[in-house]
């Protein structure tokens, strides 16, 4: 099993920036992608970015350049640096990885973290 803890989120003013952290954890075989969700109250899940194992990166559109997403792969863990944050922006933020485990090293299986808050007031 693979474990996703987050941390970073919380409360920030228009205009302001927050970087969130995500280690993943656990009986890890290789990781194929890391990435940040999130779901606003009503909403569905929508992607905000991602990278892969060959270090390309996805981001919606509504965040480039304003977000960042970045990774050590040594730590197992992915950051998303986000600047220039707007009311918008306010949702819980989910992170995600495909990797495989020591169980099962053929095939990859997606895993969730527990999300963290990004609250951004106007």
């Known amino acids: 099993q693979v474990q996703l803890v987050e941390s970073g989120g919380g409360l920030v003013q228009a205009g302001g920036s927050l970087r969130l952290s995500c280690v993943a954890s656990?009986?890890?075989?290789?990781?194929?992608?890391m990435g940040w969700y999130r779901q606003a109250p009503g909403k569905q899940r929508e992607l905000v970015a991602a990278?892969?194992?060959?270090?390309?990166?996805n981001y919606a559109d509504s965040v480039k350049g304003r977000f960042t997403i970045s990774r050590d792969n040594a730590k197992n863990t992915v950051y998303l640096q986000m600047n220039s944050l707007k009311p918008e922006d306010t949702a819980t933020y989910y992170c995600?990885?495909?990797?495989?485990?020591?169980?099962?090293?053929?095939?990859?299986?997606?895993?969730w973290g527990q999300g963290t808050q990004v609250t951004v007031s106007s």
């Open positions: 990278t892969t194992s060959d270090s390309s990166t």
């Open positions: 656990g009986s890890i075989f290789s990781i194929k992608s």
């Open positions: 995600n990885t495909r990797a495989t485990s020591n169980r099962n090293r053929v095939f990859a299986t997606e895993y």
